[in-house]
């Protein structure tokens, strides 16, 4: 199947310090998603980067996207407490009709 | 506030109960889905309909029945579930787009606990 897999699974930092955590996929893909989750709660979307696309910045996110090595990574600056959450990097299925999500990294921040 | 709601926002049932997931979208939108979360799993996609018709059935047990009336509203039927099914129901809905699949918005999602 064409899952995203992030990386590392679980991330824990300093309020200030940054955060990356990467996604690796399979299969060729028109864009890669990155959603964050609040425990027990819905799936906010942050940022679509498109196949033609290198890098995206919305705020303190920053995406990057390497088709050649079919990964991605997300960058969260400057981190908050606020942003302690779980991350998930999601592609396209093949038939293009949905969106195959990873098993996510789980960032905490402390103050 | 994403433009999706679900209801109920928890619900306990008993393995003979039925019971129904309701989910409604403000946004215009034309697709509209079902994933199912469980503890240390990735999300699983359930049910996808696209212009009101099912699109994609990903091997879903016929316990869970899905109703789509309208592109607004979507449902989730259930009937004899199995403890393994308790888990976290999200619904999410998107415009179907040329080229891709477009932005996901989902609801906040139905816990369901099987007893």
């Known amino acids: 199947s064409q899952q995203g897999e992030e990386d590392p699974q679980a991330l824990s930092i300093q309020e200030g310090e940054n955060a990356t955590m990467n996604c690796s996929y399979k299969?060729?893909?028109?864009?890669l998603q990155w959603y964050r989750q609040n425990s027990g709660r819905g799936l906010v979307h942050l940022i679509l980067i498109r196949s033609n696309e290198r890098e995206k910045h919305s705020g303190r996110l920053r995406v990057t996207l390497d088709t050649s090595k079919k990964s991605s990574s997300l960058l969260i600056t400057a981190s908050r407490a606020a942003d302690t959450a779980s991350y998930f990097c999601?592609?396209?299925?093949?038939?293009?009709?949905?969106?195959?999500f990873g098993k996510g990294t789980t960032l905490s921040v402390s103050s | 506030e994403t433009g999706v709601t679900q209801t109920p926002r928890h619900l306990v049932m008993g393995m003979t109960n039925k019971k129904s997931l309701k989910c409604e979208q403000h946004?215009?939108?034309?697709?509209m889905y079902w994933y199912k979360q469980s503890a240390k799993k990735p999300l699983e996609l359930m049910f996808v309909y696209s212009l009101e018709e099912r699109v994609e059935n990903n091997s879903v047990p016929s316990r869970f029945s899905p109703e789509c009336p309208n592109s607004s509203h979507l449902f989730l039927h259930l009937h004899t579930l199995q403890p393994e099914d308790s888990a976290l129901y999200l619904c999410?809905?998107?415009?179907?787009?040329?080229?891709?699949?477009?932005?996901?918005?989902f609801g906040p999602g139905t816990r369901l606990t099987v007893l």
């Open positions: 999410a809905s998107s415009q179907v787009v040329r080229g891709g699949t477009d932005t996901q918005y």
């Open positions: 999601a592609t396209d299925n093949q038939a293009g009709t949905a969106l195959i």
């Open positions: 299969t060729s893909i028109n864009n």
């Open positions: 946004l215009g939108h034309n697709a």
